[in-house]
């Protein structure tokens, strides 16, 4: 049996991360309610409480729109706060319900955070790398007019 090439060791890792993100993603679903990307955020809000949305954005390395709908989402389900900021009345601050720590005591290390973990230790020049191949790869895909969102985090699909 021959090597594999690297056109299928690209294609292979894509399949292997794909993968595991949407079995982590039905795992994370079944096991609290809530999406892989609700749970993400979440967390993160609990490491950082009284961060804004734009912090909360680069905590996630998403988009600040992206992070906007999801905190709409868990307000909505009274898991998280807004909060105006008492030094800086135009700043926005979110925190966790009580519901909201209730809902994280159950959840699982997802995909999506390891990959997070994994990217954000990476030596600076292999996260160059990376990002250049994986630039160059959606380009050449023509995929670069799509919106980078949360893993299987649709906009049109309903909150519950």
């Known amino acids: 049996m021959s090597p594999p090439t690297d056109p299928q060791i690209v294609?292979?890792?894509?399949?292997?991360i794909v993968q595991a993100l949407r079995q982590s993603a039905t795992h994370s679903e079944q096991a609290t309610g809530l999406t892989?990307?609700?749970l993400l955020v979440l967390?993160?809000?609990?490491a950082h409480e009284g961060l804004s949305v734009n912090e909360l954005a680069a905590?996630?390395?998403?988009h600040q729109s992206t992070?906007?709908?999801?905190?709409?989402r868990l307000e909505t389900r009274s898991l998280i706060r807004r909060v105006r900021a008492a030094a800086?009345?135009?700043r926005v601050e979110l925190y966790l319900t009580e519901a909201g720590?209730?809902?994280?005591?159950?959840s699982p290390v997802s995909a999506h955070e390891k990959l997070m973990q994994a990217v954000a230790t990476l030596p600076p020049p292999t996260l160059e790398r990376l990002a250049g191949g994986l630039n160059a790869l959606i380009e050449a895909a023509h995929l670069n007019e799509h919106?980078?969102?949360f893993f299987f985090e649709d906009k049109s699909t309903p909150d519950e």
């Open 36 to 38: 892989a990307a609700q």
């Open 11 to 16: 294609m292979d890792s894509l399949r292997r």
């Open 101 to 106: 720590r209730a809902a994280l005591t159950t």
């Open 147 to 149: 919106p980078a969102r």
């Open 59 to 62: 905590a996630t390395f998403t």
């Open 88 to 90: 800086d009345g135009r």
């Open 67 to 72: 992070v906007s709908e999801i905190v709409t």
């Open 43 to 46: 967390k993160r809000i609990q």
